[in-house]
């Protein structure tokens, strides 16, 4: 368990913890107001409160699975690079053999045919990925799909039979104070179920992944939990477990489970045979409402999404969006900040229209707007860096919307990018990454790849370079 920056929030050695791998920092988690739902009861005898999970565990259990990913790591010899014992030994490499590294999480059968569900840093870099079945049966299995920006991933298993498996529940009907249970393997101990309510809905800002938007449950889960199973009173997966906080690196009663609708949205992607899950693109930049944005506008309350950009020719500008606009809700359901826009338009899916109540000029009103799939980056906006000089190594684009989606950068973003950095490059070795923005180079603004190209061309005693990274400029000379 690495360390990580502090949130004031939970108090000064918080941590956020992805459950079996990385850690992340948070921020303030806002609170959202639900409608309960008058069907629901209490326990009204001290019959009723002596029920047991034990009927639901065993309808459920054996649609959670062990995932075991493995991946080889060539062993460097401390004497590798030493200019003096390369030069002695003749350039020869001292390296022992491979080491296997391993990682263990959960995953949740979603299809009979043996279609699986994980957390992607569960399997990330993985070589192999076995899954091992309640019953004991092991099998090797097939990635179908892993994306990073919703920490997710896909995988198949053949079987020879039909698996028990858990079907998605509509995680838009799930309301705090509903109980759960939460399924999986934490420490490599083996299956373990623990019970809890769902504590909050909607947290947004946790920092777990780029889609913060997660069901918050008290329900007891700890690392090796990643990819396990939050199920409902009535047997279906509320969520995929994914993270908790923790001062301790033990479970002390929050974690966090990406919901099932978001994963509904993943597998069907999945189902359809890419092995790519696409955000829609709807042209158009977003920023939170805050209070003296609010006062400004005259809302009682700061919610919604600020639109702060539009793109010219895009769904957002053809449905009618102006920039000044505040999205108030998305096909009836109330937008508290941009993270939760997000969610909605990706679990919406591409191609389908959603109406939008926004606050326009001090007037409310409702457009639609037909979510795109984003354009596929052009070949000739595109450069690979070679020769003498810093950025050798790196290939480069002119941002476009589906850039944009794939380096995860916000909507509205222009300039040219850095998509891809060679290992041992030049631009590995002074720390380039994807993503990063080349802004400037000595003194010169960067706005396409002819501009680059130009750049690149001369050949100074210094280099100078403005990278943008995060929001922030990194400057750096290099000779």
Known sequence: ???????????????AILLGAAVFSATALPVYAQTADTTKQVPESRTEAQLSFAPLVKQTAGAVV???????????????GDPFFEQFFGGRQFSGPPRVQSSLGSGVIVDGSGIIVTNNHVIRDADTV???????????SKVLLKDESTDLAILKIDAGEPLPSLKLADSDKVEV??????????????????????????????????????????????????GGALIGMDGELVGVNTAIFSKSGGSVGIGFAIPANMVRAVVDTAKGGADTFERPYIGAAFQNVTADVAESLGMRQP??????????????????????????????VRIENPDGLGYRMTTAGIGKTVKFDILSRSKEKSVSVTLQKPDPDSADNKL??????????????????????????PEGTDGVAVDKVYPNSPAARIGLQPGD????????????????SKAMSTNPVLWRFEFERGGAIIRQIIR
């Open 66 to 80: 062990n995932v075991y990913a493995a991946h080889s790591v060539q062993q460097r010899s401390p004497f590798a």
């Open 1 to 15: 368990m690495g360390s990580v920056s502090r949130s004031s929030t939970i108090g000064a050695s918080a941590r």
């Open 303 to 332: 919610y919604g999404a600020l639109v702060t950009d539009i793109t010219k020719g895009g769904p957002a500008d053809k449905g009618g969006l102006q920039v000044g606009d505040v999205v108030l809700n998305v096909d009836g």
């Open 177 to 226: 104070g509903d109980l759960v249970l939460a399924i999986g393997n934490p420490f490599g101990v083996g299956q373990t179920v623990t019970s809890g309510i769902v504590s909050a809905q909607a947290r947004t800002r946790v920092g777990i992944s780029d889609f913060d938007f997660f069901i918050q449950t008290d329900a007891a889960i700890n690392p090796g939990n990643s």
């Open 437 to 452: 923005i080349i802004r400037g180079i000595n003194g010169t603004s960067i706005d396409s790849i002819a501009d680059l």
């Open 384 to 409: 690979m860096i070679q020769g003498k000089n810093p950025l050798s190594g790196a290939l480069v684009l002119k941002l476009s919307p589906a850039s944009l989606a794939r380096l995860r950068l």
């Open 130 to 140: 076995k899954i091992a079945l309640s019953d004991g049966r092991e099998f090797e």
